[in-house]
Every structure is written in C-alpha cells, then in structure tokens.
C-alpha cells in the first residue's frame, strides 16, 4: 500500500530555505515519476516541479525555477524539494504524488488529476 508522507515545512523568513521530505512507505515511489504540487488559501492546487523515476528528467514551474530544486533517493523511497531564496508567495501547503502512468525515465505528466497517490501535504509559510 503506498502511503506518502511529506515533512520538512515550516515557518521562515523571506530570502531564506526550506528542504521538504516526500517519503513513500510502500516503496512504490521509486518506479514513478513524483511530483511537488502546492495550493495556497482560496487558490487552485499548482504545479511546482516533477522528477522522473531515474532522477534524469525534471520539470519546474516558471515561478520557481532558479530557487527550487528536485531531486531524488529511490534507495530511500524518497524524494526531495529544496527551496531557496523563499518568497512571501511560495506560501501554501505542498503536496507530493505519484504519477504511475509515467515510465520509469521519463515525466508523462505536471497536471495534477495524471497523479494518483498524494500525501496529506506540509505547511509552508514565508514571511515577509
């Protein structure tokens, strides 16, 4: 059974980072390609960055390129967002989920309804 669990989220300031953890107990993560997904309060959940299952292929949302990096451990079933130079607007709670119609070396996917197995999402908040 695949349970994903993030962590890592917290309150910092402006200009400073963040690392958040998506672990996956059932050890399914490390087939698939894993996304990061944010919603922030009264907006859509957003696509932040996806990783393929081999690591090799990855995506960033316009909004975040340059500050955030994804990366992966498939020998720890986990996969990771670094955040840095934080922004009052990256606040919102991130999400991680796999995308099991994905192959194993690439990103099918950076809609949310392609991914099928979400975790309950960790906080982030960024003051200003």
């Known amino acids: 059974q695949v349970q994903l669990v993030e962590s890592g989220g917290g309150l910092v300031q402006a200009g400073g980072s963040l690392r958040l953890s998506c672990r996956d107990s059932?050890?399914?993560?490390?087939?698939?390609?894993v996304g990061w997904f944010r919603q922030a309060p009264g907006k859509e959940r957003e696509f932040v960055a996806a990783v393929s299952g081999s690591g090799g292929d990855t995506r960033y949302a316009d909004s975040v390129k340059g500050r955030f990096t994804i990366s992966r451990d498939n020998s720890k079933n986990t996969v990771f967002l670094q955040m840095n130079s934080l922004k009052p607007e990256d606040t919102a709670v991130y999400y991680c989920a796999v995308d099991r119609s994905s192959n194993f070396y690439n990103i099918r996917n950076v809609e949310s309804g392609s991914y099928d197995y979400w975790g309950q999402g960790t906080q982030v908040t960024v003051s200003s």
């Open positions: 059932g050890r399914i993560l490390s087939d698939y390609a």
